[in-house]
């Protein structure tokens, strides 16, 4: 089987690489085998490329597939997304909440569970989520960081305002679930093209150099995954605001706690969301994320579309599974 692998042995001298006899997943009871049919790059693959969390193993966790195995035969041929994350189903943040933060999860492509850039996965059937006909696979392949950025919606206050910091691909998905939502938000980045991909729906959009000098709000968003973007969060909130932090980095990242006693700041970390309230909002026609796709390769070149997804001010590039 066709897989894009990460060996950190070998990583370090040729990054990660794609794999013609990579071993079939095989299915336990309770999961779903999976033909990927598209998986999109995630800044987190690249930063796992890099060594976070010293991760080995096939990489990519943003997908849309067909089921060909489950132990409930009416999944069989349905076209799904899923919840990366496979708890243990017995804990308490499994049965009392989503199991998001299960001590003994496993994380599609991140955390001890193989992940979407190969032919085939394996994925808790409890994790799938059913695609509607009416929304296609390169809409569906954004369920995931979709989810992600819908999960700002419960700090955010319809009507209210708000900023994102960074127009990269997730910074313009939590735009975009902020204005489709109600929400009044800027986007503030770097590149012009991108800034008028908001302008383009409607959002006000400027750049960092050019941000009035008396703008505040209740909300930021911090989507750039740099101390550059932190400091400027920091600086555009109301006293008794919130930043939340959507971001994962290797690196870290030095903070002024001072600022944050002074002015009863709140600091929110925010990572994956609800998966069936993505999938409802890319069938509501309430937003449409495939403008922000800029490249795709076949699953043989998956290697190339890692690289391709590091260049900076690359938005979304997408691996496809032929066959």
Same mark, same amino acid.
């Given at each position: 089987?066709?897989?894009?692998?990460?060996?950190?042995?070998?990583?370090?001298?040729?990054?990660?690489?794609?794999?013609?006899?990579?071993?079939?997943?095989? @299915? /336990?009871? #309770?999961?779903?085998?999976?033909?990927?049919? +598209?998986?999109?790059? %995630?800044?987190?693959?690249?930063?796992?490329?890099?060594?976070?969390?010293?991760?080995?193993?096939?990489?990519?966790?943003?997908?849309?597939?067909?089921?060909?195995?489950?132990?409930? /035969?009416?999944? +069989?041929?349905?076209?799904?997304?899923?919840?990366?994350?496979?708890?243990?189903?017995?804990?308490?943040? %499994?049965?009392?909440?989503?199991?998001?933060? %299960?001590?003994?999860?496993?994380?599609?492509?991140?955390?001890?569970?193989?992940?979407?850039?190969?032919?085939?996965?394996?994925?808790?059937?409890?994790?799938?989520?059913?695609?509607?006909?009416?929304?296609?696979?390169?809409?569906?392949?954004?369920?995931?960081?979709?989810?992600?950025?819908?999960?700002?919606?419960?700090?955010?206050?319809?009507?209210?305002?708000?900023?994102?910091?960074?127009?990269?691909?997730?910074?313009?998905?939590?735009?975009?679930?902020?204005?489709?939502?109600?929400?009044?938000?800027?986007?503030? #980045?770097?590149?012009?093209?991108?800034?008028?991909?908001?302008?383009?729906?409607?959002?006000?959009?400027?750049?960092?150099?050019?941000?009035?000098?008396?703008?505040?709000?209740?909300?930021?968003?911090?989507? /750039?995954?740099?101390?550059?973007?932190?400091?400027?969060?920091?600086?555009?909130?109301?006293?008794?605001?919130?930043?939340?932090?959507?971001?994962?980095?290797?690196?870290?990242?030095?903070?002024?706690?001072?600022?944050?006693?002074?002015?009863?700041?709140?600091?929110?970390?925010?990572? %994956?969301?609800?998966?069936? @309230?993505?999938?409802?909002?890319?069938?509501?026609?309430?937003?449409?994320?495939?403008?922000?796709?800029?490249?795709?390769?076949?699953?043989?070149?998956?290697?190339?579309?890692?690289?391709?997804?590091?260049?900076?001010?690359?938005?979304?590039?997408? +691996?496809?599974?032929? /066959?």
């Amino acid at each position: 089987m066709r897989a894009l692998v990460l060996d950190p042995d070998r990583t370090a001298r040729h990054g990660p690489q794609v794999l013609a006899d990579h071993p079939e997943p095989r @299915r /336990s009871a #309770g999961e779903a085998l999976v033909r990927m049919r +598209v998986a999109g790059v %995630c800044d987190t693959d690249l930063q796992l490329a890099r060594g976070y969390m010293s991760y080995a193993g096939v990489l990519g966790h943003e997908f849309v597939g067909e089921v060909l195995e489950a132990d409930d /035969s009416a999944w +069989v041929g349905c076209r799904v997304v899923a919840d990366i994350n496979a708890g243990c189903g017995k804990c308490r943040d %499994c049965t009392e909440r989503d199991g998001h933060h %299960c001590q003994e999860r496993s994380v599609l492509g991140i955390l001890k569970r193989d992940g979407a850039f190969a032919e085939r996965l394996v994925v808790p059937q409890r994790n799938l989520v059913r695609v509607p006909d009416g929304v296609p696979d390169d809409a569906a392949v954004f369920a995931e960081p979709l989810a992600a950025a819908l999960h700002v919606l419960d700090e955010a206050i319809a009507g209210r305002s708000a900023v994102v910091i960074g127009d990269g691909k997730l910074g313009q998905l939590i735009l975009r679930a902020l204005h489709g939502s109600g929400v009044r938000v800027t986007l503030v #980045g770097h590149h012009q093209d991108k800034l008028d991909l908001a302008r383009a729906i409607g959002a006000e959009a400027f750049l960092e150099a050019e941000l009035p000098k008396d703008l505040r709000v209740p909300l930021v968003v911090e989507a /750039s995954g740099s101390k550059t973007g932190l400091e400027r969060a920091f600086s555009l909130l109301e006293p008794r605001g919130t930043v939340v932090l959507k971001t994962t980095v290797a690196d870290r990242i030095e903070l002024d706690f001072a600022t944050v006693v002074i002015n009863e700041l709140r600091i929110v970390g925010s990572r %994956c969301g609800d998966m069936q @309230r993505a999938i409802e909002m890319l069938d509501s026609d309430r937003l449409d994320p495939t403008p922000l796709i800029q490249a795709r390769y076949d699953l043989l070149n998956a290697d190339e579309a890692l690289r391709r997804a590091g260049r900076p001010g690359t938005l979304k590039v997408l +691996v496809d599974n032929p /066959s």
